[in-house]
């Protein structure tokens, strides 16, 4: 059943109640709403922005009433997505043995104002908010920083998701007419088949729909870009597929876990300088890890329960860390 279309204010004020005045969202987004900082990966510098108070409950209003009507392809987009892991991903090639991964180079920042635009302009029939058209370039003030998608928005991945919508919905019937299995993580792609010709040619008709949907503004991370085989390790998303079809997750990220488990447990001192930042963050990765290990690997989970008990195993997958 639709949902009934009402004014942009009248949804404003049924969620706010009196609390925030609707001038107030209409107001221009200032430096202080953006809380600009960079963060620097390699050689290349990022943008990242921590909005304001005031920004991030305007967000929440975005997400509920517009970010969360657009269209995901959710059959291969397993990003953002409540309830879903990149587990799921990865197990849809679990039956493969020729493998094509790359991701999409700056991801955020490449999808533009005017992208953003035409993602919510081709979703309007299903936003229930009357008047969008009237407040649009206001709404992409908000949602957009320096004519793109921001990098810490709460905004930004939902929207990152529908942006890609049609290009998902042309690709994978490409794909299928190829005989070749593509899911999408966010930036990261994977094309996988039981027939090497089959992600090659996926690999063309993935640059060519690319730059014919998008004009060049998405381009793949060619230092990114590699095929994989059965025979060799095969590394999806960070976990790794083996070849009777079960997912693990990496040795690197294993012995990492094992390591802060057995200095929690042995030595706690050490523990709270391993990582430099302080014990509250370095409890708080070791709980991301732990979580990432339940997510992913059972079996392993269970493993690590009893090389160094379920009392501290579970501290750190039920409890949240600062």
């Known amino acids: 059943m639709p949902i009934p ?51 991030r409950a305007y967000h929440r209003f975005l997400r509920l009433f517009l970010v969360e009507f657009l269209p995901v392809h959710e059959a291969v987009v397993f990003s953002y997505r409540k309830g879903i892991s990149a587990r799921a991903a990865v197990e849809q090639h679990a039956q493969s043995r020729h493998f094509f991964v790359t991701d999409i180079e700056s991801f955020f920042p490449s999808l533009t104002r005017e992208i953003v635009r035409e993602t919510i302009t081709s979703a309007m029939a299903q936003i229930p908010i009357a008047d969008l058209p009237d407040y649009l370039e206001h709404v992409l003030d908000l949602l957009c920083v320096d004519g793109a998608l921001p990098i810490g928005f709460s905004t930004s991945p939902g929207l990152s998701n529908a942006a890609l919508y049609r290009f ?7 794909c299928q007419e190829l005989g070749a299995i593509y899911t999408r993580y966010a930036d990261d792609i994977v094309l996988s088949s039981g027939e090497h010709a089959a992600i090659e040619a996926g690999e063309k008709a993935l640059n060519d729909l690319l730059a014919q949907m998008f004009g060049g503004a998405l381009r793949l991370h060619r230092g ?58 370095t409890e708080a990765r070791l709980a991301g890890l732990v979580n990432y290990a339940n997510s992913v690997d059972q079996s392993y989970l269970e493993k690590l329960r009893r090389k160094y008990g379920t009392a501290v195993v579970d501290l750190f997958l039920h409890r949240s860390f600062g």
Request: cysteine-free; hydrophobic content about 35%; proline content about 3%.
């Open 168 to 174: 998902d919905v042309s690709f994978e019937a490409r």
């Open 5 to 55: 279309k009402k004014p942009l204010k009248t949804l404003f004020e049924a969620m706010f109640h009196g609390k925030r005045a609707f001038a107030d969202f209409m107001r221009e987004v200032s430096e202080e709403d953006l809380g600009r900082s960079h963060i620097q990966r390699g050689e290349k510098q990022r943008q990242l922005n921590s909005p304001s108070e005031r920004l």
């Open 224 to 281: 990114k870009t590699k095929y994989l085989n059965v025979g060799n390790k095969i590394k999806l998303l960070g976990m790794v597929l083996l070849p009777n079809g079960t997912i693990s997750i990496d040795t690197s990220v294993k012995n990492e876990i094992e390591t802060m488990l057995h200095l929690y447990v042995r030595d706690r001192d050490r523990f709270n300088t391993l990582l430099e930042v302080g014990p509250a963050k």
